[in-house]
């Protein structure tokens, strides 16, 4: 497609200039930035391509996001009440499907009868079900006929294919969920002027694969068909854009095609950021620009839209491509099963703030109870701080009392905020430890923060008999920004494995006079190591992430990036 093909419905705007009005919270100017040089000019304003929606339409964007904030604020202020209501209309809405009868749907009354009624399963448990509903069968999970299927896999299901019914319910929810994050954004930022840019999405193929009667899909692709009509002009890329398949193609596309456009938001997987934005660099150079960062590039992007992994370890990476120390970066916990769970509220507290009104209710079994008989499952509004539980959920779309798989624990509870611990079948475990791949990542942090460098990105694995003995260690592979190594590794090594001390208690004893475990090894990777790691495990999906937690298979790849042994 021709440039003018694109800017026929647009207007032009000086780069740097069109700015937000209002400062955020801290003083701090969120459209702030240097104008973009132009053919080499450091300094020099260029036109850049702005969206079709003039200025007036940021009212609007004031009004939505007050009254939505506020509607959000009223469910969590009232949290109880809001998890029954969303309890009693998904089983009200199923009560006479198949699972319904079985489990007597219309005799449950209050979260006492429900845990009575339905016990907690995982995917084996409706399978049957899903299976039969993508033969096209109704009235079993959900009265209603499932056109959608969620295609996921991973270690909750021991690396098979999952297929998750996505209703239309469900998508309905996760568009207001997706709504609640951005217009949270705005509101505490005062950035209502973000759709007078565009927005830009990082996602996989909208492709969808016809199976008889369903279409399979994954969920971000399916969302951004069902993306709402007051967006579609300002969101890239286009149709032709989106069903590219090959990932490492697409992200040289969008680099080239959109380089002159006013990007002033990127939504997609946090760990893919680092790489459009590598891409769109290369790609502003190749044409003669003196682009030190994408600031220089796209001046007026403030804000990113982040999830499916930890974001903090991508900070220190994401700062220094785009030349800006006070990007925000909107955090979302979200999953297949249920839509959005919870996003970031800008309050300076750690965790994500949980999304209690949109379609799923949550329930939640202490770890250190999970798998006792009668172990006791605590709805939202009773979940303690600090305890760490595994997360239960019950959806719109047919999942009921469902295990999903992952630890979660609480920073506060009133109002809830919820963070991500790890997955409950990936754990890295060789003398009974269970370390999680959050105790990893702020071991890394803590090596950063010793000995000072900015790493790409890092995973950690397990070697077992190490030199014939019986002794295991952890093995740390890390890519480091070019130029951003630790001046001494033996002294980082040393600092990650005195990390992992400090975050597992077990992992401390068992270190303790080497009596387990010999200390931590770290094998830095040849530059661009960790992509070729990603290329060859995802094959260029999107959603796929670097691995916190490495298995021998992918250990081997990594070796291999690691130029010598």
């Known amino acids: 497609m021709a440039l003018s093909d694109v800017t026929e419905p647009s207007q032009r705007i000086r780069a740097g200039v069109d700015r937000v009005s209002s400062r955020a919270p801290g003083g701090e100017l969120p459209g702030s930035g240097s104008p973009a040089p132009s053919g080499g000019s450091p300094g020099a304003a260029r036109d850049l391509v702005g969206s ?78 899903i299976d039969r509903m993508r033969a096209g069968e109704r009235n079993l999970l959900v009265p209603e006929n499932v056109v959608y ?66 279409l399979v899909t994954s969920n971000p692709a399916l969302m951004m068909t069902k993306m709402p009509l007051f967006t579609r002009p300002v969101y890239l890329p286009e149709e032709s854009v989106r069903v590219i398949p090959n990932y490492e193609e697409k992200l040289g596309v969008i680099a080239e095609r959109y380089l002159d456009h006013d990007v002033r938001a990127v939504t997609g997987t ?19 620009r003196s682009a030190r960062t994408v600031s220089d590039v796209w001046p007026n992007l403030r804000v990113l839209f982040g999830g499916g992994v930890a974001a903090g370890p991508y900070l220190p ?30 309050l300076g507290q750690p965790g994500m703030l949980m999304l209690p009104h949109r379609g799923t209710f949550f329930e939640f079994v202490r770890l250190d109870e999970r798998g006792t008989p009668g172990a006791t499952r605590y709805p939202l509004w009773a979940v303690e701080k600090d305890r760490s539980y595994s997360i239960v959920v019950t959806t719109v779309s047919g999942l009921y009392a469902y295990e999903l798989g992952d630890i979660v624990r609480f920073a506060s509870t009133d109002p809830p905020r919820i963070e991500f611990v790890g997955r409950l079948s990936g754990c890295l475990s060789v003398t009974q430890e269970l370390t999680t791949h959050v105790e990893i990542e702020r071991a890394v942090a803590y090596a950063l923060s010793a000995c000072p460098s900015v790493t790409v990105d890092f995973g950690a694995a397990a070697d077992v008999a190490v030199d014939g003995t019986a002794k295991s260690r952890y093995v740390l592979f890390v890519e480091f920004q070019p130029g951003a190594a630790p001046a001494d590794l033996k002294a980082f090594s040393a600092a990650f494995d005195e990390g992992l001390c400090k975050q597992n208690r077990v992992y401390g004893e068992h270190r303790k006079n080497e009596v387990a475990l010999l200390p931590a090894l770290v094998v830095p990777l040849a530059m661009g190591g960790a992509r070729r790691f990603m290329e060859l495990v995802t094959k260029g999906n999107v959603q796929g992430k670097f691995p916190r937690i490495i298995d021998d298979t992918k250990k081997k790849l990594l070796w291999d990036q690691a130029g010598t042994r």
């Open 52 to 129: 079709p929606y003039p200025q007036a339409v940021a009212r609007g964007f004031e009004i939505a996001a007050h009254l939505q904030v506020r509607s959000w604020d009223t469910a969590l202020d009232h949290l109880q009440k809001t998890q029954q209501a969303a309890l009693a209309d998904i089983l009200r809405h199923a009560r006479s499907t198949a699972f319904g009868r079985k489990h007597d749907f219309a005799r449950v009354r209050h979260h006492d009868d429900y845990v009575r009624h339905v016990p907690v399963g995982d995917y084996d448990t409706f399978s049957p079900y």
């Open 149 to 214: 299927f969620g295609n996921s896999s991973g270690s909750s299901n021991h690396g098979k294919s999952k297929f998750l019914p996505i209703t239309d319910r469900q998508i309905r929810h996760q568009q207001r969920a997706g709504a609640d994050a951005a217009l949270r954004y705005m509101n505490w930022s005062a950035d209502y002027g973000l759709f007078s840019g565009f927005t830009l999405g990082l996602f996989p193929p909208t492709t969808m694969r016809r199976e008889g009667p369903v």
């Open 270 to 288: 946090t760990c893919w950021f680092t790489l459009l934005f590598e891409k769109v660099l290369a790609a502003a150079r190749a044409r003669g």
């Open 317 to 346: 990476v994401i700062r220094e491509l785009t030349g800006r120390a006070d990007i925000t970066l909107v955090d979302t916990y979200n999953a297949t099963e249920g839509g959005v769970y919870a996003s970031s509220d800008f």
